[in-house]
């Protein structure tokens, strides 16, 4: 079933059917001020923090309710309905529809009783507040008598948790007040009479707004239970009914902004108003407000500036595929969701409720190397960053606050640390994850001066970023295992896999083997003859006991417990074959040319479904180790033998890597949501944003997908597609064309920056192969290989090659 399709012109993906099998989201904002919005206006808002600067209320895991809404009544009637299908949720055979999500806004329109409505909403670029633009039509034949109204339920306290919970206290902190076309919230306001700079048991008060540009207020209320009335809902709240808001104010209730204006249009007359929400009072709202004096302009003119700035990233690549699937992930969809990861790390969505109070090291790093290729310098300023958060031992704060304070951090070593985040340990994998990150930002710009910035660890001391990475291996060989592989310690990359502390991770020692070749890179550059040496040594140690330790037959192991068991073995009755060893084998460098081959094809075999590849199989139920915490789920979910979706971006990736364009697209399409668009009621997920998993084939809902947007997979599936399936691999010194495509693609175009150059790519396969290549043309000029020197480039290039 389809309930919209991709308009890659415009950068949208609209809905034209809203009883969509889930919420489908957009994000609007930024972590200084973030909304999350629903295709039926359903979601949230918060200021600079998820979880403790919550402006609106949202019900999760429940009906998508409430939000953003803005109902249009016709006075003369009395009949009402909303601007998104949903509160009011009117007969779909009468009350037609569609929702645009785009980058940065959400547009919805409707038409009903010969109205229509166009209601937008965005927060305008680098500012800290949201619009929600409205603009009613009179489509009939007759003069028409409405009034339109604006509804946003504050939370009543910015933690999400207090707000619902805490209610002996929450309730009874909150009052509103009416100035001039607004709703004034005010928490802890009995505290305005205190100094600026003083505080009440921390407290001071905290003031939102929810104002009316471009009409005059006609009725107002404050107070949820007024506004909605007792024993109504969202969809028939008596405010709306009667026409009439009451005027009311909260004092020691649940509080609301709920504003209403008056309107008569002629056949033919459109009308344009605009409602504003963020945080702050009456002075500062009221100039925010006199901005939109006219609202259809100022609307106009911030839309604008929002997709600027977004298409300009998003044109530093551009493809043309046979795939439209594949085009419309790469050069819109799986861009944005990168941003979005980027961005946000796992602060916030529908299922993310926003209470993480920090930056998962891991994830974060990882998230990064997304939106290396479109925005070097916000990946360089984020990386600086995480590189801030390493400890001067080498290894990385599992949970980097939002307050982090670089230099002066506690540690996994302080108890205090363990007590304020939760957790409780290093993971053996979280730096190591700097060594793609920084190589692939530093080939991309050909910026080695990186390696010199000198950049403060969390804990204590200064060192540049050479030196951060030198510790990162230093930390891997100060915590390794009995059989010399690097030490599980707290958990790798699957937190429900726990080796134990002196347990080991054939994925972590994979992840050293790639640092090493990484770091040996730097070394070289930087003259380091004697660290190259050492590196080697150690890398040579390590490859050979991966391959003495973990080579099974046909399959690289998962690892050793500290008790000495082997996981994932051939003869293990559940759970003998891992995903990611094998892929992490090939990206490694590690595993050889037959290896490899037999390797995947295993993979392909055992594990590969028609929604990707199981993360292991067959699921844990009897047969589970202790630590084996996957066992906690159905089998077929998450990390029980469900299909990872980030672990699919490596895959593909790997298979490119050894010239298997078929499978690398195969692989694509089975995870890629726009190839699921006409089957959207079996994914459910939004079929422009990547989910975290996919049920696999031991559950009865096999192929459902869960936990929407802020996923790591973004960031791998678009360096498997991009490195891989296109074959774009800068290195310190150039860039190599490698592309493994499928056979039946006999031309392709891509449009590249490369290190403020222009780079336009035609590939061509006139004889139906999935790699290699033939011959390679450089503004007219044969290459000897399909590898292009930096120095060799012009402002323009134009690149033929031939496989």
């Not at 990386?383 to 506690?410: C, W, Y």
């Amino acid at each position: 079933m389809k309930y919209g399709n991709f308009d890659d012109t415009n950068r949208e993906y609209v809905i034209d059917r809203p009883d969509t099998p889930a919420p489908w989201v957009n994000y609007l904002g930024s972590p200084e001020y973030g909304a999350i919005i629903s295709n039926n206006a359903g979601g949230y808002s918060f200021a600079r923090s998820g979880a403790n600067g919550r402006i609106l209320r949202y019900i999760f895991n429940s009906f998508d309710q409430p939000g953003r809404y803005i109902y249009i009544r016709d006075d003369d009637s009395r009949d009402y309905w909303s601007a998104s299908w949903q509160p009011v949720g009117k007969d779909l055979n009468n009350y037609k529809s569609k929702c645009c999500h785009g980058m940065g806004y959400t547009r919805m329109t409707a038409g009903y009783d010969g109205i229509s409505s166009e209601a937008l909403y965005y927060v305008p670029l680098g500012k800290s507040y949201e619009v929600w633009g409205l603009t009613v039509t009179n489509d009939s034949a007759h003069v028409r008598n409405l009034t339109l109204s604006g509804y946003a339920e504050f939370t009543n306290h910015g933690n999400y948790e207090q707000d619902q919970v805490n209610l002996q206290y929450s309730l009874f902190i909150t009052r509103t007040l009416f100035k001039q076309n607004q709703i004034i919230q005010q928490i802890h306001g009995n505290l305005d009479a205190l100094p600026e700079d003083e505080t009440v048991d921390e407290k001071n008060v905290t003031e939102r707004f929810f104002g009316l540009a471009g009409a005059c207020v006609s009725s107002y209320c404050g107070d949820r239970e007024q506004f909605l009335g007792r024993y109504h809902g969202y969809g028939n709240p008596q405010g709306i009914l009667s026409g009439d808001l009451g005027n009311m104010t909260s004092y020691n209730e649940n509080s609301c902004g709920a504003l209403s204006c008056s309107i008569t249009l002629a056949p033919g007359e459109t009308k344009t108003i605009a409602f504003l929400l963020g945080t702050g009072g009456f002075t500062e709202s009221s100039v925010l407000l006199d901005g939109y004096a006219d609202p259809e302009e100022m609307i106009k003119q911030e839309l604008q500036e929002l997709k600027k700035y977004w298409y300009e990233k998003f044109d530093h690549l551009k493809v043309n595929t046979p795939s439209s699937e594949f085009n419309t992930m790469i050069n819109t969809w799986n861009a944005y969701n990168c941003f979005m990861t980027f961005i946000w790390s796992r602060a916030a969505s529908f299922i993310y409720c926003g209470l993480r109070n920090g930056y998962g090291y891991r994830d974060t790093v990882q998230d990064i190397q997304g939106i290396i290729h479109l925005a070097p310098e916000m990946a360089a300023e984020k990386i600086r960053f995480m590189l801030s958060a390493q400890v001067s031992n080498g290894g990385g704060l599992p949970l980097v606050k939002f307050t982090h304070n670089p230099g002066h951090e506690d540690t996994p070593d302080d108890a205090s640390y363990r007590q304020d985040t939760g957790h409780p340990a290093y993971r053996a994998d979280d730096a190591l994850w700097l060594f793609p990150t920084v190589y692939k930002y530093i080939a991309e710009t050909g910026n080695l001066e990186f390696l010199n910035e000198t950049i403060p660890f969390a804990d204590k001391e200064k060192a540049s970023v050479y030196e951060h990475l030198k510790r990162a291996v230093a930390f891997s060989l100060a915590h390794l295992g009995p059989h010399g592989m690097p030490a599980g310690l707290y958990a790798d990359w699957n937190d429900c896999l726990r080796l134990g502390a002196d347990g080991e991770s054939s994925f972590v020692a994979m992840q050293f083997y790639y640092a090493m070749t990484v770091l040996k890179q730097f070394a070289k550059c930087r003259n380091d003859a004697e660290y190259v040496k050492y590196l080697e040594e150690k890398q040579e140690e390590t490859g050979a006991a991966i391959q003495k330790l973990c080579w099974d037959q046909d399959r690289f192991i998962r690892g050793y417990t500290e008790a000495g068991e082997r996981i994932g073995a051939a003869g293990d009755p559940e759970a003998n074959l891992w995903l990611n060893p094998q892929s992490w084998a090939v990206i490694s460098g590690l595993a050889g040319a037959e290896q490899a081959e037999t390797a995947l094809t295993n993979v392909y075999e055992q594990l590969n479904t028609e929604y990707g590849a199981l993360l292991m199989n067959p699921p844990y139920h009897t047969d589970a180790f202790d630590g084996a915490l996957a066992v906690i789920y159905n089998q077929g979910t998450k990390e029980n033998s469900g299909i990872f979706s980030q672990s699919q971006g490596w895959l593909v990736l790997a298979e490119a890597l050894c010239g298997h364009g078929e499978r690398a697209f195969t692989y694509f399409m089975e995870n890629a949501p726009a190839a699921w668009n006409d089957q959207a009621e079996l994914r459910r997920l939004e079929p422009y944003c990547y989910g975290q998993f996919t049920e696999g084939n031991a559950s009865e809902h096999q192929g459902r997908s869960h936990v929407h947007w802020l996923t790591g997979t973004a960031s791998t599936m678009m360096v498997g597609c991009v490195e891989g399936i296109l074959g774009l691999r800068p290195d310190l010194n150039g860039i190599t064309l490698s592309p493994a495509i499928p056979k039946d693609w006999t031309c392709l175009e891509i449009e590249k920056d490369f290190r403020g150059k222009h780079l336009h790519i035609l590939i061509e396969n006139p004889n139906g192969r999935e790699a290699g290549c033939e011959k390679l043309m450089l503004n007219g000029n044969e290459m000897t290989s399909n590898y292009i020197p930096a120095s060799f480039l012009t402002d323009t290039n134009e690149i033929r090659l031939i496989l």
